[in-house]
């Protein structure tokens, strides 16, 4: 079954210590995006990354970081700079831009990441 | 500036009856779509309708369809036959075709309550 799966689904974080959310796709998608997602809130773009190897900041990309070793992967990094990461984080794949500009983005089911 | 507006915080309606979501946008791109997601308190996005910029027929999907409005720039969501388990936020999104970055933009979200 073709899907996107986030991983853990939840976590929790304690000062000063980096955590790394997993991302891993099979849709066979070139692009993957990490947003959060703030109580009652939009989601906001932390970072994206249209190939592999290759990765571009979004609106709210600072205390995080991110890797695109491979298609199907596209974990997140939030790291002790970011003072406060407790949100809800999404997961997204999808077409490639140029190839399909009306396709919509999957998303995986989430991870909540709280802080001790 | 919010490139998507979202005015409806909260929305309530009772089985059966039909319920219009709304949302204006902000764009100078020509180029551009437009998607609606459903996001029931379980935190997962269910893409669930597309509208192209230069479609000339408002899209349907089942019970969902948009209301396109070019000139107004609002693409507001209709359902019909509200059902207890359209109760969830949506999210109105829109990418311009012509940017760099492929990512969604998203309004801040509405949410529905449907009552028996």
């Known amino acids: 079954d073709g899907g996107i799966t986030q991983s853990p689904k939840y976590l929790f974080r304690k000062e000063g210590q980096n955590v790394t959310l997993s991302c891993e796709q099979n849709?066979?998608?070139?692009?993957m995006y990490w947003y959060r997602q703030d109580p009652g809130q939009g989601l906001r773009l932390i970072y994206y990354?249209?190939?592999?190897?290759?990765?571009q900041k979004g609106d709210i990309a600072e205390g995080y970081s991110v890797s695109r070793e491979k298609k199907e992967s596209f974990p997140l990094t939030v790291t002790s700079a970011q003072k406060n990461p407790t949100a809800f984080y999404l997961c997204?794949?999808?077409?490639?831009?140029?190839?399909?500009?009306?396709?919509?983005?999957?998303f995986g089911d989430g991870t909540r990441l709280s802080i001790l | 500036a919010q490139k998507i507006t979202q005015t409806q915080p909260g929305m309530f309606v009772q089985e059966k009856e039909a319920v219009t979501l709304d949302c204006t946008y902000d764009t100078s791109d020509p180029s551009y779509g437009l998607f609606w997601y459903k996001q029931p308190s379980s935190g997962e996005m269910i893409f669930l309708i597309y509208q192209g910029s230069y479609d000339q027929q408002n899209a349907t999907e089942g019970r969902y369809s948009l209301n396109f409005q070019k000139a107004r720039k609002s693409a507001n969501l209709v359902i019909s036959a509200s059902q207890l388990g359209d109760s969830a936020m949506y999210f109105c999104?829109?990418?311009?075709?012509?940017?760099?970055?492929?990512?969604?933009?998203f309004g801040k979200g509405t949410t529905l309550s449907v009552s028996s």
């Open positions: 990354s249209q190939i592999v190897n290759d990765f």
């Open positions: 999104a829109m990418r311009e075709v012509n940017q760099a970055g492929t990512a969604l933009i």
């Open positions: 849709l066979n998608h070139d692009a």
């Open positions: 997204a794949s999808s077409i490639a831009h140029l190839t399909g500009p009306n396709q919509p983005q999957h």
